[in-house]
């Protein structure tokens, strides 16, 4: 998958877009990535899928926790309420649940899959930069997850599968177009009123993060596990 030239040629007019810019190749990297392009030929293997499916349930549940730690971090009632609606995930939710249907698997055997090195790291990234700092830094940290699989949604294009095609329906659809936009109204909203310190941290936690969305693919790429 290649970028569009649209996004070559992003405009900064927000914080969130400087960002995007800032971290463009390695959104790259992650948009050629052999997990997706093998999705897109229908030829990655199952157990390759299988294992992200239950790694991506586990992120799920970790995202959502550190939405929690951002909750209590939020300065008024209103950021409390928008950041309320962020806790969960239905979109991926559900897919999961079909994933689950269509892989013979059940919640039960997910959840007794251990997280693998790549996937604790990159919720303790996102934890650290909910608790060490504030709703910004908490919300730079988790935007790339949302934001990346959306322009996957609008880049691949699925044949006919029995699994894949049904993984990539709600991303093709723009189902997480809402949630990246406000994910991007937080971060724009908090760097405009932050000092550079501040600014400085939001972007170091996205870049991260972004790093960790392309070490993500290429865990469940390998079936990363643990060494000893």
């Given amino acids: 998958m290649k970028v569009p030239s649209k996004e070559r040629r992003m405009a900064t007019e927000s914080f969130s877009a400087e960002l995007r810019q800032e971290a463009l190749p390695i ?15 229908a030829t990655l293997p199952m157990e390759k899928f299988r294992y992200y499916v239950e790694q991506d349930y586990h992120y799920l549940a970790g995202f959502g926790q550190v939405v929690a730690t951002a ?30 249907d269509l892989l013979e698997m059940t919640e039960a055997e997910a959840e007794a899959v251990a997280l ?22 908490a919300a730079a940290a988790l935007l790339p997850c949302p934001w990346t699989y959306h322009e996957i949604g609008q880049l691949i294009d699925v044949p006919d599968h029995p699994v894949f095609t049904y993984w990539a329906a709600p ?57 000893v």
């Fill in 116 to 137: 693998s090195p790549t996937n604790l790291a990159y919720i303790n990234h996102m934890q650290t930069a909910a608790s060490a700092g504030g709703v910004g830094e």
């Fill in 171 to 227: 991303y093709r659809d723009g189902l997480l177009e809402e949630s990246t936009a406000a994910w991007r109204e937080l971060v724009d909203e908090f760097a405009a009123k932050s000092g550079p310190a501040v600014r400085e941290a939001m972007r170091s936690a996205f870049i991260t993060s972004s790093r960790y969305e392309f070490m993500f693919w290429t865990m469940a790429y390998r079936m990363e596990d643990w060494p």
């Fill in 71 to 100: 909750l209590s971090k939020a300065p008024d009632s209103a950021t409390l309420r928008r950041l309320t609606r962020r806790i969960t995930t239905p979109v991926e939710r559900l897919l999961h649940g079909k994933m689950f």
């Fill in 27 to 41: 959104w790259e990297a992650i948009f050629e990535h052999p997990f997706l392009a093998e999705i897109q030929a």
